[in-house]
């Protein structure tokens, strides 16, 4: 059915939706929501990467906005905060958490919530356009939101703010059908949002824009206006996007190997980490990248919505064909350089090569789902109309049905006070600084630096770790000797690189390791010690001759 929305009151209709998408995001993330600014994600070193990347971009607008790409990781290199994704957007939403003096992790938990929300929020609004039903688009939203895929990805932003894809399908839609300026300067806004959101995310918005041109266009008008909304959003995304374009000219692509060891499976489309279905599924999981099942009751949903759609009005079959479309093509992309079609795409479309997980292209699978469980449940509530009680109830228990298939809850949390108080010393001393934390793990392990990267917010002087989705040369090169301290080469390489700073982790070490460190600073006087707490961090000052 392709109508107008249900009722009048839109707008009271669309906060009631927020409440009920915010309410959702509380649930799924229960108990971290229950304590924002106590409990964290901490254990997983992403969570700590991202909750930096939000502090960071929160810090450097204001202060230093020509400089937001000169991160202070991975130091002296520039441009390091195009090794991840850029998260301006969501950083925006929390940014005055910071700015007030809230923790990064308060900001953070903050950020995973509102995203969540505002994901369902946008895939109901888009099935409310759509369907007319404000209640079945609830489920819709729900389901672009809370799905398997989302729900294991909870420690990346990338995958909570994901609003812009649903957004996108819907004013590109919009064009086909009046090729309008505002509908231009609307798609154009949220491409460029998504840019400044994530660049997996700007990959499937182009994408879906494009499957929604081919499939829906019949006349050059509305391809050109489709195809004008994107090249503006990324015109309007150029500063975000040229810091990646020149790491991509240095070189920095992913190898078609890696991006094979970060792809789906067919049998990934029926595993699922959910209390519900994760013991039936078993058999068919391998890890937690290759988690697609939609849910035995979305997809039966979807193929009631499916139907109803496909023999509905001509609009919404163009839809559908559409929608149709991305499924194939997220499953196809998803399954990476296993297909000939991704190993061409590969070889042929040059910013996939920037891309490490094929597998999140099965993202666009799962929204193609939630839309047709909406069109379902639409249809079942157009079934009983003549009954509003039967009606609503069918919503709530489509709605009911789909939350607790998904779920996956109690999320796993750990205990959060503060940045260990040692690191305030390195915000006070005098530039030059350079630190330096110990161990200096190697690339195979460079996950371990997550908490010395998140640890950075508390005095965002440069840090010769890093953790990141890319690791640069220099790290690879110093970490051949940083990671032997307290071995004499260590020494050497640590002040010949320019380090001023090393913070020294003695609770990272074996008793045999410490006891051998403690021997080696006793015969290194040029190593002065500032500071030491009860966690068994060690502050030290390289002096250097005058």
């Not at 789902?369 to 109309?385: C, D, K, N, T, Y």
């Not at 161990?439 to 997550?450: E, K, L, M, S």
């Not at 070490?509 to 403690?518: G, K, L, S, Y």
Request: charged share 15%.
């Amino acid at each position: 059915m392709s109508a107008a929305p249900d009722g009048t009151g839109g707008a009271a209709r669309a906060w009631r939706a927020l409440v009920v998408c915010l309410a959702l995001a509380i649930a799924h993330t229960w108990p971290l929501s229950s304590a924002p600014w106590r409990w964290s994600m901490n254990y997983h070193a992403d969570a700590e990467l991202n909750a930096w990347i939000l502090s960071w971009v929160a810090h450097a607008l204001p202060t230093a906005p020509a400089h937001l790409f000169d991160a202070n990781i991975f130091a002296p290199e520039p441009l390091t905060l195009s090794y991840s994704d850029p998260l301006i957007a969501p950083a925006l939403l929390v940014a005055p958490v910071r700015w007030l003096g809230g923790s990064p992790v308060l900001a953070f938990n903050l950020a995973t919530m509102l995203g969540l929300a505002l994901t369902a929020w946008s895939g109901w609004f888009v099935t409310w356009r759509w369907t007319g039903s404000s209640r079945a688009a609830l489920v819709g939203g729900a389901l672009v939101a809370f799905n398997v895929h989302v729900l294991t990805r909870l420690a990346h932003p990338a995958a909570t703010h994901a609003w812009g894809l649903p957004l996108t399908l819907y004013f590109a839609d919009a064009l086909v059908e009046r090729p309008t300026v505002r509908g231009r300067l609307w798609l154009a806004a949220i491409v460029a949002a998504t840019a400044a959101t994530s660049l997996y995310l700007l990959a499937f918005a182009c994408l879906v824009a494009a499957v929604v041109a081919i499939v829906g266009s019949r006349s050059w008008p509305s391809l050109a206006a489709i195809a004008g909304g994107v090249a503006g959003g990324l015109i309007l995304a150029s500063p975000v996007l040229w810091p990646y374009m020149r790491l991509a000219a240095g070189g920095a692509t992913r190898p078609v190997e890696l991006v094979a060891q970060f792809s789906a499976s067919a049998a990934g489309y029926l595993a699922s980490t959910s209390w519900l279905d994760a013991r039936w599924t078993r058999a068919f999981f391998t890890n937690d990248v290759d988690v697609f099942f939609a849910g035995v009751g979305a997809i039966v949903l979807a193929a009631i919505g499916a139907a109803s759609a496909f023999a509905s009005d001509a609009a919404t079959r163009r839809r559908a064909i559409a929608i149709a479309v991305i499924a194939a093509l997220g499953i196809v992309l998803s399954l990476g350089p296993s297909t000939a079609i991704y190993r061409w795409s590969y070889a042929w479309l040059v910013p996939l090569r920037g891309l490490r997980a094929a597998a999140r292209f099965g993202y666009l699978y799962l929204i193609a789902i939630a839309l047709f469980a909406a069109w379902g449940v639409a249809a079942l509530e157009r079934r009983w109309m003549s009954r509003p009680r039967v009606a609503r109830g069918v919503v709530v228990a489509a709605l009911g049905i789909v939350t607790v298939e998904a779920w996956q809850g109690p999320v796993r949390v750990e205990p959060f006070t503060r940045v260990p108080a040692i690191y305030s010393i390195v915000a006070d001393a005098p530039d030059p600084v350079r630190l330096v934390e110990l161990p200096f793990y190697p690339p195979d392990a460079i996950f371990a630096n997550g908490e010395y990267v998140f640890n950075s917010t508390a005095h965002w002087r440069p840090l010769m770790n890093g953790y990141s989705g890319f690791t640069p040369d220099s790290y690879r090169r110093r970490s051949e000797t940083f990671w032997f301290f307290p071995e004499e080469r260590a020494f050497d390489a640590i002040r010949r690189e320019g380090a001023t700073h090393v913070m020294v982790h003695l609770a990272r070490f074996t008793p045999q390791e410490v006891a051998a460190i403690e021997r080696a600073l006793d015969e290194h006087r040029d190593w002065q010690l500032l500071a030491s707490d009860p966690f068994g961090n060690r502050l030290y000052r390289i002096v250097r001759p005058q």
